[in-house]
């Protein structure tokens, strides 16, 4: 006889899917704002040079 109720695993699955999304935009993000903080010190660098 098959199981009757929900299937547990998808659940997790579904969940640990998303919390990994959620990790891995976080690191994204991160890392697209400490790109664009360099870029911001050099540009203000090369003014002061000038």
Known sequence: MAKVGKNKNAKNKAKHNKLL????NKKKAEKEAHKKRLKEIITKAKK???
Request: proline share 0%; hydrophobic share 30%.
């Open 21 to 24: 999304a959620q990790k891995i």
């Open 48 to 50: 002061q040079e000038e």
